[in-house]
């Protein structure tokens, strides 16, 4: 009994360190969650600071 020949193996090809690595479309998404995340606090902090302002204008009686 001949056993099966083996076949020499190779490690698998590691990407270059100095390619850049492309964005994929994953990353869009995020970003433009992460723009929208950013959009919703600045409005959360627009209201708030203008509910302080109108209490300071009416003499913080609230």
């Keep these: 009994m001949n056993p099966a ?3 020499p193996t190779q490690a698998p090809a590691l ?3 100095e390619a ?3 964005p994929g ?3 869009h ?3 433009q969650a992460k ?3 950013k959009e919703r606090k600045a409005e959360r902090l627009r209201f708030f600071f203008g ?3 109108g209490c300071r204008a009416f003499g913080e009686g609230f």
Excluded: G, I, T, Y
């Design 5 to 7: 020949p083996q076949l």
């Design 35 to 37: 723009a929208r995340k």
């Design 20 to 22: 850049p690595l492309s």
């Design 29 to 31: 998404v995020r970003a």
């Design 25 to 27: 479309p994953e990353a």
């Design 15 to 17: 990407p270059d360190r």
């Design 51 to 53: 509910w302080c302002e």
